[in-house]
């Protein structure tokens, strides 16, 4: 008898706290699709709950996918549209700096920002943080809807970005194409 066995991902382990109206978000490997819904929903949670002063620490984060991206770029975008928030993204390589850059997160972030309350207390602050429960439980229609929103989300940060993933929106039967402005002109 022939036996499948299916490799799965195992999750990045998402390390999080609060304290002082300052919620703090380390990934500990790369950031993919796999982890953002959870990241989302934590965030979404504590703005909801009053929190405005978000730090996304990628120091232990060697990459990130677009879906990770486009979550962080949702995040940006749901505090700008509030006027309320403030997303910080620390410990950044040069790489993971670029990614975002070329991205456009600069828009709605401040990337490697010099002032900050953890400014100085970088070290205090991670080693205070706690693993993140429930990163998996997310069904595979929920998955999909997340994929295109981020990537939705980097389109509406930055339109240079919808030549970027024209596959990825077409095949997922994105409509932000049809609300995009006219480049040809």
């Given amino acids: 008898m022939l036996q499948v066995i299916r490799a799965v991902k195992s999750l990045t382990p998402i390390l999080t706290g ?51 991206m486009g979550m962080l770029a949702g995040l940006g975008l749901k505090f700008k549209k509030a006027r309320a928030g403030e997303l910080n993204i620390v410990g950044t390589s040069e790489r993971t700096r670029a990614s975002l850059l070329e991205l456009g997160l600069h828009h709605l972030s401040e990337i490697e920002p010099e002032e900050g309350p953890w400014i100085g207390c970088l070290e205090e602050f991670r080693a205070d943080l706690t693993p993140l429960g429930g990163g998996g439980d997310f069904d595979k229609n929920a998955r999909e809807e997340h994929v295109l929103k981020s990537h939705e989300n980097l389109c509406e940060t930055d339109h240079e970005n919808l030549e970027r993933f024209k596959t990825v929106l077409d095949m997922m039967g994105s409509k ?10």
């Fill in 18 to 68: 609060q304290s002082e109206g300052l919620t703090w978000i380390r990934p500990e490997g790369r950031g993919t699709f796999l982890e953002s819904p959870a990241i989302e929903k934590f965030a979404t949670s504590a703005f909801e709950d009053g929190q405005r002063q978000f730090v996304v620490d990628l120091e232990a984060c060697p990459g990130m996918d677009s879906t990770f």
């Fill in 176 to 185: 932000v194409r049809e609300k995009a402005p006219d480049s040809s002109e």
